[in-house]
């Protein structure tokens, strides 16, 4: 049997890893946090048995070969963990190539037929891979007696159009699909126009100096949520981690009076990035979140540590629940600014590298918030960053490597077009870590 206190690399033979060694997967106790997942060998690019004919370009679209190429690998990956790609609870996909990610969901339907994983699916601006046009990051589980995905859908909110859940429940924890404000009705003004997603309460007339679409977007997610998180027994109270996305880094003040107004002083860990695109028109603003059961033996602990700084958004620095730590977003920043040792030395501007300065700040506060908790930055199973520059990887990937010797977390790198919430910084980071 599973024992539910184990972590342990997850690299079966056959699956290329990436020459900078973050692992396929990590396994946590019941959960499998799954690394970035790209139709890749790592030497050549695009893998070749995902690679179209040369001469036949256009018979299959890349979209769809990439992603049953993806699905194999989670297959090898999941399985080596004593899980598989129907226990997936979580999703993550990004994709340089919005317009072919109707081509992604036939794959992902053949593969998982029920009680699909909660969902986000967003347009960046490109991979680490020339060529992909999907990576996918989650999180699955190992299932035992009493701890098995079951989807939950609540009629009285918007039927999501690509067919996942609006939530997993797996015992006492709950993983919520990204609400996106809208209904899921086109207001097209004629079949195949361009229109817009937004039921009427949320569009702002721009003839009026009246009202802010953030703020309107934002409220209705969270209604929705609020319908996500009620069909699965939990509730705003019992959110542990929330991740938010903008397409447009000036919209940030006002998704946080928002968030305010609807936590008070006893919000989430949340981290917030900045991306180019989401899948419903005209969306600035999508959510997801992780959340225990109302009614479960699991409880939220507050982290906190004065070695670390708080986080410039309205958030802890970090949620405990059972043996997962969920960070807010960490980037290099103090409650003042921007950390003082990732700005330029003015008489030597091309001695120092601002990626490879901001990642050693994020760790070193990273490891100050995990011994907070009662472990330490070894602890990290998950790892997102977030770049307008995948030029700054190489620097950053320094003390990263440095930081993780061995046993290190997986490691997800998306390019974005930017500005970040933080506009002079290279990289924004999404963080988990497992402390039995």
């Not at 340089?96 to 339907?109: A, I, S």
């Not at 699909?116 to 990576?135: C, D, F």
């Not at 009427?200 to 319908?227: A, C, M």
Request: charged share 20%; aromatic share 8%; proline share 9%.
């Amino acid at each position: 049997m599973h024992a539910t206190n184990v972590r342990r690399t997850i690299a079966p033979e056959g699956v290329a890893r990436p020459p900078y060694g973050a692992p396929p997967a990590v396994l946590a106790g019941d959960w499998v946090f799954i690394g970035a997942t790209m139709a890749t060998d790592w030497e050549r690019g695009v893998a070749e048995d995902c690679r179209g004919p040369e001469d036949f370009p256009f018979d299959l679209p890349p979209m769809a070969r990439q992603a049953e190429g993806i699905y194999r690998t989670l297959e090898r990956v999941l399985g080596a963990a004593g899980s598989a790609v129907k226990h997936i609870v979580r999703l993550d996909q990004f994709t340089p190539e919005h317009g072919q990610f109707r081509h992604y969901l036939p794959v992902r339907d053949r593969y998982i037929t029920q009680d699909r994983p909660a969902s986000t699916a967003l347009a960046i601006k490109e991979l680490l891979v020339p060529g992909a046009v999907m990576q996918l990051d989650g999180i699955a589980i190992v299932p035992r007696d009493g701890f098995v995905n079951v989807g939950i859908n609540n009629p009285a909110a918007p039927a999501p159009r690509a067919g996942y859940s609006m939530a997993i429940r797996a015992g006492d924890w709950i993983w919520c699909s990204g609400a996106s404000p809208t209904d899921f009705k086109s207001r097209a003004p004629y079949p195949g126009g361009v229109g817009h997603t937004q039921p009427e309460e949320i569009i702002v007339d721009p003839n009026f100096w009246y009202g802010s679409e953030i703020r309107l977007q934002t409220q209705y997610d969270l209604h929705k949520l609020e319908l996500y998180l009620d069909a699965a027994g939990s509730d705003f109270a019992h959110v542990v981690k929330a991740q938010v996305y903008l397409t447009d880094a000036r919209d940030l003040g006002g998704f946080m009076e928002v968030w305010r107004e609807t936590f008070g002083d006893d919000p989430p860990a949340t981290s917030v990035q900045v991306i180019d695109k989401m899948g419903i028109g005209g969306s600035r603003v999508e959510i997801n979140m992780i959340a225990i059961a109302k009614d479960g033996a699991l409880r939220r602990e507050v982290i906190h540590t004065a070695a670390a700084p708080q986080p410039h958004i309205p958030a802890p620095q970090a949620i405990k629940a059972g043996p997962y730590l969920f960070l807010s977003g960490r980037e290099a920043v103090t409650e003042q600014g921007i950390d003082p040792r990732v700005k330029p030395n003015g008489a030597s501007p091309y001695l120092g590298s601002k990626s490879r300065d901001e990642m050693a700040v994020i760790l070193e506060h990273t490891d100050a918030i995990c011994r907070a908790a009662g472990g330490s930055l070894r602890d990290v199973v998950r790892m997102q960053v977030f770049t307008p520059d995948l030029r700054e990887i190489g620097p950053a990937l320094g003390p990263w490597t440095a930081a993780f010797p061995s046993d290190a977390p997986t490691l997800t790198v998306v390019g974005v077009t930017g500005p970040l919430p933080v506009p002079s910084l290279a990289l924004t980071t999404d963080i988990m870590a497992y402390i039995p």
